[in-house]
């Protein structure tokens, strides 16, 4: 019964967490290739499997549904492996010795791309300047991408490149950013991003292939056996040409890929996503592993960046109070087509008036073109007022946060809100008592795909308006069953019960017995996708 190429196999021991609460703990599972057969004490387990198994004692361990991560940029955490990380930064002169060591390796005029800079970390807590970097870099290009995703800073010759210039007018939705002299400070947010995208030149097909096999493994490493993967179809919108190439990219390493993917398709037309509804990015079938159901748009910007779309300024900038990316109307209209095309809608929003306006939109397409079951999401859902709040629950909409964000931001959050707006941001516990389905995510490559560090948030919140903590099983509960029924995937994933697929992560410690300042101390062992082990720890 230790013969590795059986196709039957019985995990057991008394820690089997099904997240399945008819029958919430278990003393064994049987599978048969890529399905669980079976669930219960091991005698039953065993005589249901039948013969030729193997027998996997877990000696302590627990086992888990796989976990699934809700929101998740697959290429663009590829990407992220190409390019500089700036995520360890601490001050500017840190910053300048990195891009020193990366313009010894180029050639002049040859772009330099970093990533995931966080200036909150800085001692000076100061985004830099074009001039900051010029003075490193005057001839090479740089553009440096803030963790968020939504603004950035380009020195003199990127500026040029991309034809920015002091009369040159940002698109809706964007900033070009000036001092108070007038000049360009290199600053540029939201829908000015792509005008530097798309100068960009991107990585040979070689390089995106060899790198997609870290992707995925790393993802792996985290337990994680699913992901909500979000993709741009087109050139333009907040990629610039890399949403371009996203779709390509996908296709040419679809073999690489080890997780289940319901891919979530930004698109300035939805109508164009009927097109890629087929193999091979949906199989079109109920437990394919890829498939396409959702539109993702976008509502407004970041706290980070300031531009979260506010009904009062932001407290350390009262000059600021952020806004839509796009065109009330315009953003309607989108939502209305893909509806009625059967689509699932997916909205970022972030500040308290953005997910207003994001419900009051829903209110409108759902009064307007009623559609039972349509599971429509909020992404983020940063701002919930109490109010809000009720009006997902009665829309049937789903809370899509994603955690770990309070892991960067509970240390500035009060002085960029203030304490009032504190009390209704990421308010997980009003959203779960409210009946709100909430699932989680990481918007990785924006913050770190652990899982555990996303259960760590959940639970304890570092501090940050603990009333609004949940239990270790809501937590799991987010990243497990509700992240199934967030994709239409209930019945196949998210519990450990018969007939659904052999997706589990192993962790070493039971995480409902640890204590909360343990959590981050629990550790991925072995994550399996439809039956085999696609990670296990050394």
Not at 17 to 42: C, H, R, S, W
Not at 57 to 79: A, E, M, Y
Not at 259 to 264: A, E, G, R, T
Request: proline share 5%.
């Amino acid at each position: 019964m230790v013969n590795q190429n059986l196709n039957k196999k019985i995990f057991f021991g008394n820690n089997i967490i099904t997240m399945n609460d008819f029958q919430p703990i278990a003393e064994a599972v049987g599978i048969n290739y890529e399905k669980i057969t079976t669930v219960g004490d091991l005698e039953e387990v065993k005589k249901n499997v039948g013969e030729n198994y193997e027998l996997i004692n877990l000696n302590g361990k627990t086992l888990l549904p796989g976990f699934i991560d809700s929101h998740i940029h697959p290429i663009l955490f590829l990407f992220y492996f190409l390019n500089l990380d700036l995520s360890k930064i601490r001050n500017l002169k840190e910053l300048q010795d990195l891009l020193k060591e990366a313009v010894e390796n180029k050639k002049p005029r040859e772009w330099i791309f970093g990533l995931s800079l966080k200036e909150e970390n800085f001692d000076i807590p100061k985004l830099p300047t074009r001039w900051d970097l010029d003075l490193v870099s005057p001839d090479n290009p740089v553009f440096l991408l803030r963790y968020d995703g939504h603004i950035g800073i380009a020195n003199s010759m990127a500026l040029e490149f991309a034809n920015i210039n002091i009369d040159t007018v940002p698109p809706e939705g964007g900033e070009i950013r000036k001092n108070e002299n007038g000049d360009l400070t290199g600053v540029l947010s939201e829908t000015t991003l792509p005008l530097i995208f798309s100068k960009i030149s991107f990585p040979n097909p070689d390089e995106i292939k060899a790198t997609s096999s870290k992707v995925f493994k790393v993802l792996a490493s985290k337990g994680i056996t699913s992901v909500h993967g979000i993709v741009q179809m087109e050139k333009g919108g907040e990629l610039g040409n890399l949403g371009g190439v996203e779709i390509p990219i996908l296709k040419t390493i679809i073999d690489k890929v080890l997780q289940n993917w319901y891919l979530m398709i930004s698109a300035i037309n939805p109508k164009k996503i009927k097109r890629i509804k087929k193999p091979p990015l949906d199989e079109g079938k109920e437990d394919g592993k890829f498939k396409i159901n959702c539109l993702k748009l976008f509502a407004d910007g970041t706290f980070g960046a300031a531009t979260a779309c506010m009904f009062e300024p932001f407290s350390d900038q009262p000059d600021k109070i952020g806004f839509l990316v796009i065109d009330e109307e315009e953003l309607y209209n989108r939502m209305k087509i893909a509806h009625n095309l059967g689509f699932q809608i997916a909205i970022h929003a972030i500040g308290d008036k953005g997910n207003k306006i994001v419900v009051d939109l829903y209110k409108r397409l759902l009064k307007e073109f009623p559609r039972k079951d349509h599971r429509h999401r909020i992404e983020h859902a940063s701002m919930l007022t109490s109010d809000v709040i009720k009006d997902m629950k009665e829309l049937n909409l789903i809370c899509s946060s994603q955690p770990p964000f309070i892991n960067s931001e509970y240390t500035w959050l009060e002085k960029r809100l203030g304490k009032e707006r504190c009390k209704y941001t990421y308010p997980l516990r009003s959203v779960v008592n409210s009946g709100v389905v909430f699932c989680a995510g990481s918007d990785c490559p924006v913050e770190d795909p652990d899982v555990i560090l996303g259960l760590h948030a959940i639970v304890t919140r570092n501090g940050f308006i603990p009333e609004e903590c949940l239990s270790m099983r809501e937590a799991l509960k987010a990243y497990t069953i509700n992240g199934a029924y967030a994709a239409f995937e209930e019945n196949i994933k998210g519990t450990i019960e018969p007939g659904k697929l052999a997706d589990f992560v192993i962790l070493d410690k039971n995480p409902l017995e640890v204590s909360k300042d343990q959590i981050k101390e629990i550790k991925v062992m072995e994550t399996i996708i439809r039956g085999k082990t696609v990670y296990k720890k050394k």
